[in-house]
């Protein structure tokens, strides 16, 4: 696995992660 992809990932995991707390703090 190429540091392209892998940074890929680990962008959209913590893009996630985000958007999870936010909801949690919404709720």
Not at 15 to 25: D, V
Request: aromatic residues 8%.
């Amino acid at each position: 696995m190429t540091d392209a992809v892998y940074g890929r990932k680990a962008a959209g995991f913590l893009m996630r992660l985000r958007s999870r707390c936010r909801q949690l703090e919404a709720s």
